[in-house]
């Protein structure tokens, strides 16, 4: 399966299209905000043709559109003040001839207030002539949020101590509490409301990392971290072990997981983030291949299904294909992956 991408030479995304032939069109302001965004209902784009390596010209796309039954569209549209920031946002129901949108009451109608300080403030969305859906959001000079008010009318108050931040979602008392260390590192997250409570404990290492996480049942998940910081392993409540396996640009090559539980292990080290795991057994491997530029070129999941994404030569994400047969490789050759890339290629 497909999923091009093509672009203007402003690098605007101006058309996608997904693995049906469905088109997607999209429009820009001349400060690059998208102000349109047209999907073709009463056709789609043929690409069945298409190779690894066939290219969709921009003008290809574009006459295609031009050729469409311009009523039969799915159409959205924004506005934007001077900053950039969005006011408004219509999604029509009703479509003239000729492409455009009719303000009607079949419409959907959002529309955005903004502070002095650019902060969200109000959403609303027109649900009828009578009714409006509003989302109002209160900040503190710090531009924290204190008081959020859903298009229900319930309220969510929010307060900062010290150290701790605190939410409150008042119609069923849902507390939600996260206590931070002097660096700034989550170090305990509780959630209560009534009888129930739920609760994450976060430990680190003499060097600040994340070694043991606790919930309110005291299951413990460890992680092991090499010499980069990298985690390496980690190790669930029942011993069971993960491995991640890194490329030579420290990117997440292969995600392994072992059938096997650990056993006649030091705890000590375990919980010191020092001891180094040796699982041996059945396992299954997800894999995820980058280039030298940290762009994801393609992963392979446990059943050995591939799914590959293309990029132009700017960066820009171009196409993304699934493909329904699965790679002939052992799990042995799967571990010894070893994959130098050139660009937008496997």
């Not at 492409?99 to 902060?119: L, P, R, V």
């Not at 109002?136 to 108050?157: H, W």
Request: glycine share 6%; proline share 2%; charged share 25%.
């Amino acid at each position: 399966m497909r999923w091009p991408c093509l672009y203007n030479d402003k690098q605007d995304l101006v058309f996608k299209i997904i693995p049906n032939g469905a088109v997607s069109a999209y429009s820009y302001d001349c400060h690059g905000n998208r102000v349109r965004e047209i999907i073709y209902l009463g056709n789609t784009f043929d690409i069945s043709a298409l190779t690894k390596d066939s290219t969709i010209l921009l003008g290809t796309v574009s006459t295609w559109c031009t050729q469409q039954n311009q009523a039969a569209i799915a159409l959205m549209e924004w506005t934007y003040n001077s900053f950039g920031q969005v006011v408004e946002k219509i999604q029509y129901a009703t479509i003239a001839n000729d492409g455009t949108g009719i303000k009607d009451s079949f419409a959907t109608y959002f529309s955005y207030d903004w502070t002095i300080h650019n902060e969200l403030s109000i959403t609303e969305r027109k649900l009828n002539e009578a009714e409006t859906a509003i989302t109002s959001i209160e900040r503190d000079g710090l531009s924290r949020i204190v008081k959020e008010i859903n298009p229900l009318g319930q309220t969510a108050q929010y307060s900062y101590k010290g150290n701790q931040y605190q939410r409150i979602f008042e119609p069923t008392g849902l507390l939600t509490l996260e206590t931070y260390n002097a660096s700034g590192r989550l170090v305990l997250k509780e959630e209560k409301e009534g009888e129930c409570s739920s609760k994450v404990i976060f430990i680190e290492d003499i060097v600040g990392r994340v070694c043991i996480t606790t919930n309110e049942k005291n299951d413990e998940e460890y992680l092991i971290y090499d010499e980069y910081d990298r985690v390496i392993f980690r190790i669930d409540s029942l011993l069971r072990v993960t491995q991640h396996i890194y490329d030579a640009n420290d990117y997440l090559l292969h995600r392994v997981r072992y059938a096997s539980v650990l056993d006649n292990i030091d705890l000590t080290a375990l919980k010191e983030g020092t001891y180094l795991p040796e699982p041996i057994g059945d396992y299954c491997i997800e894999s995820s291949i980058h280039d030298a530029k940290g762009r994801l070129l393609g992963t392979i999941d446990g059943d050995n299904f591939l799914t590959t994404h293309l990029y132009d030569e700017l960066g820009n994400k171009v196409e993304t294909i699934q493909y329904s047969i699965g790679l002939e490789l052992t799990k042995e050759q799967r571990v010894a992956l070893v994959t130098h890339v050139t660009h937008g290629q496997f």
